[in-house]
């Protein structure tokens, strides 16, 4: 990377280069996506992961790091150091998916005609890498969780302490991890270092990075990032208590077509690639349209997991001018992409098929 990439990095608050080549800016400071038509491999490689971050990436030193598991649900509080999560505890891998909830935002207030608040997502706010680490029921289990717990909360170390309550079946599910490697380097520092937690299928403020304490309580814990944010606001989300809609948890089925927006292309055959992502569950078919005619099914390659994004590709021979690609993926439960998603006021889970704008050239 050149010196400049390296400087625009410094001020925005993240420590990786976040070129224009493989990034895109959001203007917040703190949050980039990963370029569609820059992706390749399966992993989505750490210098090109998408970052999103309530604050400004901060810098631990491991050797005075150390995580906390404390709580009313909690036999007696224990202290874990960096040494002893890589020496003490198995280690495991699973890869998986990380996508924001409000990924697509601005695509979803073109839709409904509106600005929304918060950060403005194009496609890119998703990524997938192989994440290696402890299980967090190993953690739990050696604080001695008791099964009166109702929910258990990673908090992280960054400025504005970011944390995210999770019911205690998905915090002891195998694939639920205290990471401590991504894509087989230790964690880079805007991803977590030295641990953060991998929530597989779920939105992505679930996965706090930077963590330095683990609450477990009897009692559901409410805090602004399950009451305020990351919830669904609007007429089909009626509040209760403190919390002022629905909080999001697993995602919904969403692809995502490996081109720029809006795309050019030749007058030639093309391999149209893409990625589809069911949250929890797995890919079972993708279909794609052109010009709004009739479905037809996109062949899926590689793996096919749950948790994790499945590729997928089609032929298409274009004729000039302009033309829309449309995609519509459906996972192993039978759920769908829809047509059309209900306004929220955040605008989170835009999981609705898209028609993706393409000019054709003449030449």
Known sequence: MTTTDTAVSAAHGVVKPVPDAYMEDTGTGLDFGTR???????????DRF?????SPTPRIDPDTWSLRIEGDAVRAPVTFTYDDLWHTFPLVSVTRTIECAGNR???FGRQHGRRIAGTPWGRGAVSTAEWTGVRLRDLLEAAGVGADAHDVM???LDECGARR?????KALADDTLLALAMNGEPLPPDHGFPARVVVSGWLGAASIKWVGRIEVSRAPIHVPWNTEDYVLIGPEHPAHGPVLGTPINELPVTSLVELDWPAELRPRPQLIRGRSFAGE??????AYSIDRGPWQEAR???ACEAGAWTRWHFTWSPAPGDHTISVRATDTTGRTQPSHVPWNRLGYLNNQ???HPVRVSAA
């Open 353 to 355: 098929i898209l028609e």
């Open 281 to 286: 569950q797995r890919i079972a078919s993708v």
């Open 154 to 156: 990673p908090v992280a």
């Open 165 to 169: 309550p999770m019911p205690l079946a």
């Open 300 to 302: 899926l390659t590689g």
């Open 105 to 107: 935002r601005v695509l």
């Open 36 to 46: 569609a038509d820059r992706m390749a491999g399966h992993l989505t490689p750490n």
């Open 50 to 54: 998408f970052v999103r971050s309530h």
